[in-house]
């Protein structure tokens, strides 16, 4: 069949045609594309000034509260301190989200200035939920063997024969303080009397079990292996330095861990606990019991209904929405059903 030469011009116009539409299509797309990167990067900048925003506003908020405190009542303090522990949850909270659009520099930056703040934050509670002064009446030294220690036979480091018997404190001039340091196999068990609203120190322990039955202030663990504290209620911090594969049963109104791995938690608070440069950590419910337990939480002034044993900050672990690798929860089939201890080391009269 033959075509004449208007079918022919026909074929070539509609070539072009197409040919134009496929250009101005491209040109399109091109346009579309640049608008939208321009609005993303718009989006970003926007969205990271709301973060510089609201991350200031949240540092000042908790530096206020922080110079705040110096003039809040005594009674007040446990509950200021409180709120002071939930604005830094929500700003780890506001710095994990922003993972999500920050550059890396911005969020170490940000993680850098709020461990800075934390560090603040520690330090004028310390200063402020104190040692609180008291005086001991005076006793006639006793003469003979010291009075035999009750060894629950239900915890395996009591069963360990190669343990000396229960440890002294450490010889201080601080009557606030009360210290336990460079141990091994030893059964470390101080009368209430001894560390009860005091600083307690744990130090440079290997292989030693540790009964704190008491209330007191602060509670500082540090270089610890293969151990066991059982602790009752401490009024303010419970601090964990440098230790490995040691299990702590503590009651308190903040935790704070530091380098610490392969150890078990199990775990009162009544704010937060916070990890840092820790792995291999597990959590569990509270379970000690001892008769004088329930007084004890009167006396040290926590909270007995609030315990937020499962939920950890890791400072290390800002990507949103996913769980830290550095903690867990303990599986129930795994934990020890409780922890039992028939009597308290009470002061003898």
Wanted: aromatic content about 8%; hydrophobic content about 35%.
């Amino acid at each position: 069949m033959h075509f004449g030469p208007f079918y022919a011009r026909s074929v070539v116009m509609s070539r072009i045609e197409s040919r134009l539409r496929e250009r101005d299509d491209a040109r399109k797309a091109a346009v579309a594309a640049r608008r939208l990167e321009k609005e993303k990067e718009s989006r970003v900048e926007e969205t990271s000034e709301f973060f510089s925003q609201q991350f200031s506003s949240q540092v000042k908020a908790i530096e206020d509260l922080l110079e705040a405190a110096k003039t809040v009542p005594e009674t007040e303090l446990p509950g200021h301190f409180n709120s002071l522990s939930d604005n830094f949850h929500q700003l780890h909270r506001l710095v994990a989200d922003a993972t999500l659009f920050l550059a890396g520099f911005e969020i170490k930056t940000a993680q850098e200035h709020m461990s800075q703040l934390y560090t603040q934050f520690t330090s004028v509670q310390e200063q402020l939920l104190p040692k609180k002064r008291f005086s001991f009446k005076a006793r006639p030294k006793k003469t003979g063997a010291a009075p035999k220690q009750t060894v629950n036979p239900s915890l395996s480091q009591a069963r360990d024969t190669g343990r000396s018997p229960p440890a002294l404190a450490d010889p201080d001039p601080d009557p606030n303080q009360a210290r336990f340091t460079g141990r091994e196999k030893e059964l470390i068990a101080p009368t209430s009397g001894e560390i009860q609203l005091r600083d307690v120190n744990l130090a440079d322990l290997r292989e030693c079990e540790v009964r704190l039955l008491g209330a007191p202030v602060t509670l500082h663990i540090n270089n610890l292996d293969n151990c066991c504290v059982l602790c009752g209620p401490v009024s303010s911090s419970v601090f964990v330095d440098n230790c490995r594969n040691c299990t702590f049963v503590v009651a308190c109104q903040q935790l704070r861990v530091h380098t610490t791995v392969g150890s078990v938690f199990y775990l009162h608070v009544t704010s937060k606990a916070i990890i840092e440069d820790s792995r291999q950590l597990q959590f569990a419910p509270y379970n000690l019991t001892y008769p004088q337990l329930q007084a004890q939480f009167q006396e040290s002034g926590l909270n007995e209904t609030v315990n937020n044993w499962d939920q950890v900050d890791d400072f290390n672990w800002l990507v949103s929405g996913t769980p830290s690798p550095n903690w867990s929860l303990l599986p129930p089939e795994q934990r020890r059903p409780s922890w039992d201890l028939p009597t308290t080391n009470t002061t003898t009269s």
